[in-house]
């Protein structure tokens, strides 16, 4: 299927979870599917049911993509595990080593980047208020000490 096109990505996430949805312990995003036991049984039960589903109606999973008993796994930018859901360090290493926007678009970027770890910053929408007035109004970027302060107040979150 053709993700150029713009419904490609939608049209698939809906047939992921049509297929697999209704099985407790499944998550799916898009192509990703993530399945979670509380223990080795009821984990592999759970997979035994995918795997099933997907040979009826002849869907193969590409093996060098599968994570089998694994404790944590990182997904959609965050690390999710028995002890709860985290976001990846890797991409909290993104944005606090990207420079200083300088252009609007540069800060869409960033603000785009931050979205995926919004739950895990307090007051986030505070934060990156001074960010998103950039965009919206005609503010000049370059030389704006106080947008670079909360731009690292925001990094140190």
Do not use: W
């Amino acid at each position: 299927m053709p993700f150029g096109v713009a419904s490609a990505p939608e049209i698939f996430q809906k047939r992921n979870q049509k297929l697999f949805g209704d099985i407790e312990g499944v998550e799916i995003y898009f192509d990703g599917i993530i399945v979670a036991g509380n223990d080795e049984a009821s984990h592999d039960a759970i997979m035994s049911k995918v795997l099933e589903r997907a040979r009826s109606v002849n869907i193969k999973f590409n093996p060098d993509k599968l994570q089998y008993r694994v404790s944590e796994v990182k997904y959609v930018g965050q690390i999710i595990s028995k002890s709860g859901i985290k976001p990846d360090p890797d991409h909290i290493k993104a944005i606090v080593e990207m420079p200083t926007p300088k252009s609007k678009t540069e800060v869409r970027r960033l603000l785009g980047m931050i979205n995926f770890l919004s739950k895990f910053i307090p007051n986030v929408s505070k934060v990156t208020a001074p960010l998103r007035e950039i965009i919206h109004e005609n503010v000049e970027l370059i030389g704006e000490r106080n947008k670079k302060c909360h731009l690292k107040t925001l990094k140190d979150c």
